[in-house]
């Protein structure tokens, strides 16, 4: 089982923590957070998309990308991918990104998606994704860095089957999709055998975390039968949300899935490594226990 990091899981160590962390765990690969840190945050406690202490700027110079594929290999661990926050449209970042990906011998690379807010329509998005995605698989196949669509809520992806449409049109040796089904939570369930199964050659990373729904504190206890609860969604310990992990497990197994398995924990729950350590033992034990 090839199990990865998404180091935005991991904002209060540097690079090098990181690695050795990751080594102490088992854990073997590495997706790099990539994306500008404004000098305001710097002097902030280390948080998942503030002062994250484990983050590659895009524009990272020989010094900085030196830095972290020595952080790499001197823990042992691989690169495995360069993770930004691209903007759907944006071809020159997107080379700027798949260069850097390439110079840390990193094989993916997360690209944009247009948000969905209702002030659009779903077409007139979907076809800007698609001019977009044209660009994205010339670079792709250019650069040999695999390009990943992420199923994300609040995007015109949500679910597999709408990446699925995003990204069948494409070579899947140059576009892919990054399957979470812990954003699914939020939006975009869907039954996850038959997503994979939809997916078929397009799968290409499965990240890891979990969320729950619960009443809005607003709300409190439904007394009244007609009234409305409002109900919202937060982050969970992977163990305790509303993905089974194990049924997943079993999912992923029985389409022939063989890729990586990055953790993206932000339920707080553990410390970093603590965190690291248990999602180790949590993912072995639960492949065992479906063999």
Known sequence: MKLSVFTVAAPDLSPEELGEAAASAGIAGLEWRCKETPAELLNEAPSFWGNNKCTIPPDAGEADIDRFRQAAARSGRKAIAVTPYLSCGDVEGTERIMRLARSLDASMVRVGVPGYDRTKPYGELYEQAIGYLREVERLALNYGVKALVETHHVTIAPSASLAHRLVSPFNP???????????????????????????????????????????????????????????????????????????????????????????????????????????????????????
């Open 173 to 291: 040796d140059a576009i892919g999709v990054l399957y979470d089904p812990g954003n699914m939570v939020h939006e975009g369930f869907e039954n996850y055998r038959m997503g994979m199964e939809l997916l078929g050659p397009y799968l290409a990373h499965v990240h890891v975390k979990n969320a729950a729904w619960r009443p809005a504190a607003a709300s409190g206890e439904a007394t009244d039968h007609l009234e409305t609860v409002e109900w919202t969604s937060g982050w969970a310990p992977i163990a305790n949300g509303v993905v089974l992990w194990k049924q997943v497990l079993r999912d992923l197994k029985a389409v022939g899935y063989d890729g990586w398995y990055g953790v993206e924990d932000f339920s707080g729950t553990f410390d970093t490594r603590t965190m690291l350590r248990a999602y180790a033992n949590q993912m072995n034990r639960w492949m065992e226990e479906i063999l």
